[in-house]
């Protein structure tokens, strides 16, 4: 049962741009989420968090939204550049803060042309 | 540079061997975790240690052994390593808000 979904494995944009990546979740206990991005040959590494109690985090180039109703929750990059290329991943804490278990997504591939 | 450490970083073993990857780190968090990361699959819990002195499994866990030998290291133990378990492995530790902190990674090929 995949408790936290990424539909789009890949994903193409031009330098610039803005990138969207989209995760869906299931389990409606959860109420913390975050996003990891992962170059190659390289551990995942924190990006960017929301709570539940938010509909909207912003740092800098990035944006999380959170649509609970919807179960669904996105990761604006804008303007988008080639250091963005890596795999991004969606993740949700089973205890309900950043301390517990990470289910995460399968992940998507962003790619920026230059 | 405080993180997690993990070794080896690649490995390639023969059907039925046996090895430990070995993970350490010096955030003094509480827990640690290893994790499989599999094309199309995202990242898949092995095997978790919420403190020293504690283990469980996680989703994935068949074929695998942990040791949580004290507050600082986790290791993964195969003992006997299929073609299956072909897949790179990821330790991680948490102790803030943002969640994990990830070693490199080890890159396991068994033939």
């Known amino acids: 049962d995949q408790q936290v979904k990424q539909n789009s494995p890949s994903l193409s944009v031009q330098e610039g741009r803005i990138s969207i990546l989209n995760c869906d979740y299931t389990?409606?206990?959860?109420?913390?989420f975050l996003w990891y991005k992962k170059y190659p040959a390289e551990g995942p590494t924190f990006l960017i968090s929301?709570?539940?109690?938010?509909d909207k985090n912003e740092d800098g180039r990035f944006t999380v939204f959170l649509n609970k109703s919807a179960k669904h929750l996105s990761l604006h990059i804008v303007p988008s550049q080639p250091g963005d290329s890596a795999v991004y991943f969606c993740?949700?804490?089973?205890?309900?803060?950043?301390?517990?278990?990470?289910?995460f997504g399968q992940g998507t591939i962003l790619t920026v042309h230059p | 540079n405080a993180g997690v450490t993990q070794t080896p970083k690649f490995q390639v073993l023969k059907t039925g061997q046996s090895m430990t990857l070995q993970c350490a780190q010096d955030?003094?968090?509480?827990?640690m975790y290893w994790y499989r990361q599999d094309p199309g699959m995202g990242l898949r819990l092995i095997y978790y240690?919420?403190?020293?002195?504690?283990?469980d499994k996680g989703e994935v866990p068949n074929g695998y052994n942990v040791s949580r030998l004290n507050k600082r290291e986790f290791s993964l133990r195969l003992e006997s390593a299929a073609p299956s378990q072909t897949s790179v492995y990821f330790c991680?530790?948490?102790?803030?808000?943002?969640?994990?902190?990830f070693g490199s990674g080890t890159r396991l090929t068994v033939v």
């Open positions: 991680a530790s948490s102790g803030g808000a943002r969640g994990y902190t």
């Open positions: 993740a949700a804490p089973a205890g309900g803060t950043s301390y517990g278990k990470l289910t």
């Open positions: 240690s919420a403190s020293e002195g504690t283990t």
């Open positions: 929301i709570s539940s109690i938010k």
């Open positions: 955030m003094n968090h509480n827990s």
């Open positions: 389990n409606s206990m959860f109420d913390y």
